[in-house]
């Protein structure tokens, strides 16, 4: 019987390694053309004119998800604020007890969880380095153009459709 | 002893026997210049960045700390050193600061904080004794550069605006309550208010 599964394990992860592999040898030579490198197509030998840094956009207001799920983005600059073993800068405005005051967005509680769902006083450590997931973003033109549109908008231009059926 | 103080004494309490009063009197006031000029200077000299980092201390903590922040590399390249924002600029409490700073020696001596490590753990320690001289002279020494009567709020990012125009405006936060740890890095700010 385990024989059986280990032998059924094994077919799946060859079969996977060689999809993957034929996945990837497409993707790059698909996206060679679209999408250069830093240094586009400067010779080995010779160096780049570096590209104009972008600035840190810092308005204030909040920016819509461009992916499924994404962490909401920081729409402020974000230098020097410490967040290591010491402190962390970020909660000196956005935890439960400050945004009163501070006006900013509530951490949500998801992050006072621990990983067996028990909530903690303090922000959990697994969420403490705000900077994994949540980012500032820079004034330059995107790489690559983005079509997603949420969940939310797909249901209601469906609906729509319905009704006008 | 005794004897020798009051040969001392009597020396400077008797008139002068052999030089002039004119002598004596420029001959003081040449001496005045020569005494204050070489104590000003010797103060200025403590009073710069190459004398606080001829001490390792300054060297491998602070001033690395200050390297990566604004106030030593930024587009208009103004900068500040260390005496700009730690000593204040008023003759009189800059003596005060001086004669404080003594124990700053002592501790030299001592090798109070001579690893990183044990220049972190004094780190809280020393943070407090500057944020309280700070937000006792009211940021005094930020505001010999940053002019509250000439800032431009619309210049400003939205939330800043917001904070400099209400409450220091009002007077009732001083620039130090919300800006620790601009130019060096912060110590644990457990208990501390606002974190």
Same mark, same amino acid.
């Given at each position: ?165 | ?6 040969? @001392? ?11 002039? #009063? ?18 000003? %200077?010797? *103060?200025?000299? %403590?009073?710069?960045?190459?004398? +606080?980092?001829? +001490? ?9 700390? #200050? ?13 500040? %050193? ?43 320690? *020393? ?6 001289? #700070?937000?006792?002279?009211?940021? #005094? ?29 009002? @007077?009732?936060? %001083? ?10 890095? *912060? ?6 208010? @606002?974190?």
């Amino acid at each position: 019987m385990r024989s059986v599964i280990v032998r059924k394990a094994i077919k799946l992860v060859s079969s996977a390694l060689i999809m993957s592999g034929i996945l990837f040898s497409y993707v790059a030579t698909g996206t060679e053309k679209e999408v250069a490198t830093l240094r586009d197509t400067t010779k080995i030998a010779e160096q780049k004119e570096p590209n104009i840094i972008p600035k840190v956009i810092n308005k204030d207001i909040r920016q819509g998800r461009n992916y499924p799920m994404q962490p909401p983005v920081i729409p402020h600059t974000i230098r020097s604020y410490e967040v290591n073993q010491y402190n962390n800068k970020c909660m000196s405005c956005h935890s439960r007890q400050l945004t009163e005051e501070s006006q900013a967005p509530m951490v949500s509680v998801t992050h006072y969880m621990n990983r067996d769902g028990n909530f903690l006083a303090e922000i959990s450590p697994r969420r403490y380095f705000c900077n994994q997931c949540h980012v500032p973003q820079l004034d330059a033109k995107p790489l690559v153009g983005n079509t997603f549109i949420d969940m939310h908008s797909l249901m209601k231009q469906k609906t729509s459709q319905d009704n006008q059926e | 002893m005794k004897k020798l103080l009051k040969v @001392g004494w009597d020396t400077l309490s008797s008139p002068s026997g052999y030089y002039s #009063l004119g002598f004596l009197v420029l001959g003081g006031f040449v001496a005045g210049i020569i005494f204050w000029g070489g104590f000003n %200077t010797a *103060l200025e000299v %403590t009073n710069t960045e190459e004398f +606080c980092i001829s +001490c390792h201390e300054m060297e491998n903590n602070v001033y690395e700390e #200050l390297k990566t922040t604004i106030h030593f590399t930024n587009r208009s390249g103004v900068r500040a %050193t260390c005496p700009d924002c730690h000593v204040p600029h008023k003759w009189t409490d800059k003596i005060a600061r001086k004669m404080q700073a003594s124990k700053e020696v002592w501790a030299k001596l001592w090798g109070t904080i001579n690893t990183r490590e044990k220049f972190q753990a004094h780190r809280r320690e *020393l943070a407090e004794h500057e944020w309280a001289r #700070l937000k006792a002279n009211d940021s #005094l020494e930020c505001r010999n550069c940053h002019n509250f009567d000439f800032m431009d709020f619309t210049e400003q990012s939205q939330r800043a605006a917001k904070q400099h125009s209400g409450a220091l405006a009002k @007077g009732e936060k %001083t620039c130090i309550d919300c800006h620790k740890g601009i130019a060096h890095q *912060l110590p644990d700010m457990k208990g501390v208010e @606002g974190w």
